[in-house]
């Protein structure tokens, strides 16, 4: 079944579906979504307009819309755990303004670790948004919702 059709049978069954609930439900974007239903003339319900009766599921599958500093701290939190279970000592910045989210001492050397969330598309590919400038990290970490953690490149398994 094509996305369009998918979504024409998700409306039909709850005219007040979002971009968001409909993305979640066929696996893409939720601006895809609104790209398709543009192209073929779907108006979509707006959930920001719903006083706040809208469903948003957020990147760790609650149901409330999260800040995206909620969602930046619990990812690095997250990764904090996993290189601890790996037995790598993390240091964690005390501000929001700084060179990078982690530091962790791997081997005898000083490395940054700069932390993403990250989801995977259809094709089981991560997509995340790019840092801005590389030269202020050495370890890129991308958080999933599911909490599993991919680091680029990936220094512990080498």
Known sequence: MSAIEEIKQILVADADSTAASIAAKIGVSRQRVHQICKANGIALADGRRRGGSATWINHFGGHEALSSHFVGGASELTTCADLLRRGIPVYRAVTFVSAADLVIDFRGSLLRVEVKSAKRN??????????????????????????????KPDPFNE
Not at 139 to 150: C, K, M, N
Request: proline share 10%; hydrophobic share 35%.
């Open 122 to 151: 259809n094709s089981n590919s991560l997509r995340y948004p790019m840092p801005a400038d590389r030269s202020r990290y050495d370890i890129l970490a991308l958080v999933e919702p599911s909490g599993a953690v991919t680091y």
